[in-house]
């Protein structure tokens, strides 16, 4: 009776192993490149806009990278991960995320910020998108009257920002 005992204990030794390495595979490895100037941590709620979607004008702080592999090579952890570097750098918004997904890794990358204008909201379903309206910047008067004689035209001469007949008479 005890070989079954011990056979059946090594073969629990040996499921149990395999678990705890099929867990301790599984790898989160974040970077950063930083293309701006960091904040101090922020621990608010971070804007994701994936690439494509309509995304809040942002200052670029840093371009990420979050590579996993295993059981946190999906979206919700590798998202996870983003959102936490972005607090880290004082970031509120990370835009165009790009996946790459394969059988067992993944690789996001994606840009992180702070939003700097209104916030884009993406349009309700069923509506189309359609993107803010450029503000016109603010039309240049033009000049009043004349500031030297080859403002006028003709013979007629600049006299208090004004052209006149001329008299006639050289001084």
Do not use: F, W
């Amino acid at each position: 009776m005890r070989a079954p005992t011990l056979l059946s204990a090594l073969r629990t030794g040996v499921v149990i192993a395999a678990a705890l390495l099929a867990l301790g595979c599984a790898r989160l490895k974040t970077d950063h490149v930083l293309v701006g100037v960091p904040g101090s941590p922020h621990s608010g709620q971070v804007r994701i806009a994936m690439e494509g979607a309509p995304e809040p004008t942002i200052e670029e702080v840093a371009i990420l990278q979050v590579a996993a592999s295993g059981h946190k090579s999906d979206l919700p952890h590798l998202v996870e991960a983003l959102t936490k570097e972005a607090q880290r750098l004082g970031c509120d918004a990370v835009v165009r995320v790009r996946l790459d997904k394969g059988a067992t890794q993944a690789t996001v990358s994606a840009v992180a910020g702070r939003i700097l204008g209104p916030d884009i909201t993406p349009p309700q379903p069923g509506q189309q998108y359609v993107p803010p309206q450029p503000v016109a910047p603010p039309a240049i008067a033009a000049p009043v009257g004349c500031s030297n004689d080859m403002d006028c035209k003709g013979d007629r001469v600049c006299e208090k920002g004004k052209c006149v007949a001329s008299s006639g008479v050289d001084i």
